[in-house]
């Protein structure tokens, strides 16, 4: 397990953990922190993921966004099926060290598998305790999912 | 199950999930789901923490942010203990809906429980696979987090 920590810190006191300057990032019992990835240039969340060690260390090594997916339980770089990768700007982690925010610039007309910029193109009305409707805001489907993410022969 | 998650659609087809207009959140084993909260004025990136049902309901309810705290195992109303209470200005969900981006008007100096604005006051290094040290951004403490959050006699 050390190892696969390396080069990352062991966790420390609660201090340490939130006042120093060593990276001593805290994953979840799957092995995960959370990722919130926004466009450098607006400041639009495009989307929500999760990293692994090997995907952090990855992302801060090579300056692409890398992540685990979980349904599929694989390494992937951003933009390796679709070529819409992200370069990461800059990253920033929590007070508690659970959760990264990287700053991208987007290669390609969006994040989303869906087609989209942002995979957050769908408003939830508030104060409404009855039955919810979405509402669709930046929802314009700028590419084809079908033919950017097909399989290769 | 059923009444719990009221008033939530029941999670339908991948089609329906992803380009339908019910709103059928997809809480995880622990029955929570991720918030991304950002300014509603700047864009920046508040805090990462978490929802179950209730704290959803209550968020889209009352217009002000509810979360679930992991650690304590138990609902809090951003603000209660601090005075800090965020104001949702608009609620988004993200394609597979496991994923809520909430922008706030955030009460008070500041977010973070550490007397900051943002939780996320510390940079990661890019391209250095070696010995990484964070480097403070926007550290400045705004607020006396001993004074905020001490408990009430």
């Given amino acids: 397990m050390a190892d696969e920590l390396f080069p990352f810190a062991p966790r420390g006191s609660t201090e340490e953990v939130e006042e120093g300057r060593a990276l001593a990032p805290k994953f979840d019992a799957d092995g995960l922190l959370t990722c919130v990835t926004t466009d450098a240039g607006t400041g639009e969340v495009l989307m929500v993921a999760h990293m692994n060690a090997d995907a952090l260390q990855r992302t801060i090594a090579s300056g692409e966004a ?12 951003k ?25 991208v610039e987007q290669a390609g007309p969006g994040a989303c598998h869906t087609g989209r910029r942002s995979c957050f193109y769908r408003a939830v009305p508030l104060g409404d305790a009855g ?21 290769k022969p």
């Fill in 79 to 103: 933009g390796e099926s679709s070529g819409h990768a992200q370069r990461v700007v800059e990253m920033r982690i929590d007070c508690d060290q659970d959760a990264v925010w990287i700053k």
């Fill in 131 to 151: 039955a919810l409707m979405l509402e669709f805001r930046d929802g314009e489907k700028l590419f084809d999912p079908r033919a950017v993410y097909r399989q």
């Fill in 66 to 77: 890398w992540y685990f997916s979980r349904s599929r339980r694989a390494l992937w770089r």
